[in-house]
Every structure is written in C-alpha cells, then in structure tokens.
C-alpha cells in the first residue's frame, strides 16, 4: 500500500483495503499458503515531521500443520500494527506494503496446529492418526542409559 502524504493534510486519515497475496512473497515450497487477500484497516497521520500509521491487518492463510503435515485455514492478525517514517519536505508517497509483509508474518504460529489434540502422524507408518487408525505398536525405548536419566544433580 502506498500511502499519498501529500493528500493526507491535517489529521487522522482513516485507510482501509486490500492487497494481493503476491505482496507476502511467499515461496511456493512453503508451509504457509495464502488463501485469501491482505486486509487493512489503518489511521495515518503526519506530526512532527513523520507520518505515523497505526491500526490493524489481517490475513486468511492455509498452513501446514507441523504434527500430522495437513493443511488448515487460519486468520492471522496484526492488531497493534504501528509504523513511523521520517518524511522530509520532497516525499510525496510511502510505501507501507514491506512493513504489513513484515507486521503479519511475525504473526504466523511458530509451531502451528490444525486442533490442539492433533494426533499426528504414525512414527512407523506414517499414517494420519486423525483420519485413520493403525496396528503398529509403541516402539520399545532402548534403557541401557536409563541409570543416567535417574540420577539427580
């Protein structure tokens, strides 16, 4: 999104929008895939020689989830996004789409579920324990260093 400061005077602007997923530059091998647009719903303003915009973005991704390695919907949101750019007296436009890239995929789970009770996948199998069940047995922890795990420091 780039912002016009010359148009926006004196006060609080209010500027709401959309923009492309393509703004996210997601790489096409990610775990993350955007299924929807970038939404925005910022004030922005100029005092003290800077223009300052403050507000919230949102976003609808599909993610993978790291245990059972389906893809989900999610919403991430941004809700305290708040940036400040110097402008000198010959900036005519600012460029805030780096900075709503930025405010919404630091938002992104680190370690993203589909349910908080995914049961994942099968060590042996590789079956999705959510959809279908399996016969593998829990395999048998090897307690040669078991003394070790006891000892108390």
């Given amino acids: 999104m780039i912002i016009q400061v010359l148009q926006l005077g004196e006060g609080v602007v209010n500027l709401q929008g959309r923009e492309e997923p393509s703004v996210l530059e997601l790489e096409s091998e990610s775990a993350i895939r955007s299924c929807n647009l970038l939404q925005y719903n910022v004030f922005a303003q100029i005092a003290s020689g800077e223009l300052i915009v403050r507000g919230e973005i949102t976003a609808q991704f599909e993610i993978q989830c790291v ?20 402008i000198g007296p010959r900036v005519e436009t600012v460029d805030v789409t780096p900075d709503f890239r930025e405010g919404i995929l630091l938002h992104v789970p680190g370690f993203p579920l589909c349910n908080p009770e995914c049961a994942g996948l099968c060590p042996r199998c590789g079956v999705n ?15 040669r260093w078991g003394a070790l795990d006891a000892l108390d420091f």
């Fill in 129 to 143: 324990r959510a959809r279908n069940s399996c016969d593998c047995r829990e395999v048998k922890v090897d307690l």
């Fill in 67 to 86: 245990k059972c390695a389906e893809f989900f919907s999610t919403t991430v949101e941004d809700s305290s996004f708040l940036r400040t750019y110097e």
